[in-house]
């Protein structure tokens, strides 16, 4: 199988952070008989899909996935402490993995979430190290989301310093989204669309036009709100009070991954935001991940060459030419 895909969107976790973040809200996550658990919650995936990095590039050989983008699972996100140092050992050894891995890797960090000087100092100095290409952020923390606060502060040093961003849901439990696997199932997709919704109506996507930042998971429900975000843009002054362009202009100026499984849904998605801008994604190695990414673009009709451009220009890196040919 030629291997000519970029896939933005996977995740990895060293099983020696696998505690998580002091303040967790999720608990740590452990091997046991080799499959992996959050809490005494099972993820229903192998513990090596997570934490081996042969695991990973045999997963991309099988899916002719040329370069990948590894981020921390979002539960690794430090929405409740300062976490330095838990921050600063994954990102070294994310680092560690990217340089060693011929081109195939390429790496999003993490960054604090308490304080936006040292998440500047941060992101200032993943750009210096020149070996990641970005960083991973949370829609949505502490009641906020883009448009305010630490997550506006850091889209601002991201932008400066000319790092991309992925922004992925937490997956944050509701007493109303208990059971059914709701939190997943409507959680993600209402994350994902409340980020969007505010760095569009909030300025943000006006304020950093060379923003390169990525929402995931299709771009959740926004792309079946946009026309009525655009309706109460026109309808109401305090709707379009922090922004000066139309909703569904701007929504072309973020990047938007494939991970919507369903193909009316990405034909959808890529109406609103143009070829130009749709990413290959997996959520590798989660159960609600693609698990066959040829079979799902060659279905969609979608654009290869498209694809690894796209890919290219958002993460800022070539792909290596003994894989994409």
Same mark, same amino acid.
């Given at each position: 199988m030629s291997a000519d895909l970029v896939d933005v969107h996977a995740h990895w976790l060293p099983a020696d952070l696998f505690g998580l973040p002091p303040g967790s809200p999720f608990g740590a996550m452990r091997d046991q008989d080799g499959e992996l658990f959050l809490g005494n919650l099972p993820l229903s &995936?192998?513990?090596? !899909?997570?934490?081996? &990095?042969?695991? &990973?590039?045999?997963?991309?050989?099988?899916?002719?996935?040329?370069?990948? !983008?590894?981020?921390?699972?979002?539960?690794?996100? +430090?929405?409740?402490?300062? +976490?330095?140092?838990? &921050?600063?050992?994954?990102?070294?050894?994310?680092?560690?993995?990217?340089a060693e891995s011929s081109g195939r890797l390429s790496g999003l960090a993490l960054v604090q979430l308490d304080d936006a000087g040292a998440a500047d100092h941060q992101v200032a100095d993943i750009a210096a190290a020149g070996i990641l290409a970005g960083i991973a952020i949370p829609p949505v923390l502490r009641?906020?989301?883009?448009?305010?606060?630490?997550?506006?502060?850091?889209?601002?040093?991201? +932008?400066? @310093?000319?790092?991309?961003?992925?922004? @992925?849901?937490?997956?944050?439990?509701?007493p109303e989204w208990s059971s059914h696997y709701l939190a997943n199932l409507i959680g993600n997709p209402v994350e994902t669309a409340t980020a969007v919704a505010s760095s569009i109506l909030g300025g943000v996507l006006e304020e950093l036009p060379n923003l390169r930042i990525c929402f995931v998971h299709g771009g959740g429900c926004a792309p079946a709100l946009l026309g009525r975000w655009a309706h109460a843009w026109q309808a109401r002054a305090d709707v379009r009070a922090h922004s000066s362009r139309n909703p569904r202009e701007l929504f072309r100026a973020a990047y938007i991954d494939t991970v919507t499984h369903d193909a009316q849904a990405l034909d959808l998605l890529q109406s609103h935001a143009g070829e130009n801008r749709i990413l290959c994604g997996t959520d590798y190695p989660f159960d609600m991940a693609e698990t066959s990414l040829p079979s799902f673009v060659n279905t969609c009709g979608l654009d290869r060459a498209a694809l690894l451009r796209n890919g290219k220009a958002f993460l800022g890196a070539d792909v290596p030419a003994a894989v994409a040919r």
């Open positions: &995936i192998r513990t090596e !899909a997570m934490s081996d &990095i042969s695991a &990973i590039i045999a997963d991309m050989n099988a899916n002719g996935i040329a370069l990948r !983008a590894l981020s921390p699972p979002p539960f690794a996100f +430090a929405v409740n402490s300062p +976490a330095e140092d838990y &921050i600063n050992s994954y990102n070294a050894s994310l680092s560690k993995v990217v009641g906020t989301s883009l448009d305010t606060g630490v997550l506006r502060s850091v889209l601002r040093s991201a +932008a400066k @310093h000319q790092l991309a961003v992925l922004v @992925h849901p937490m997956q944050l439990p509701r």
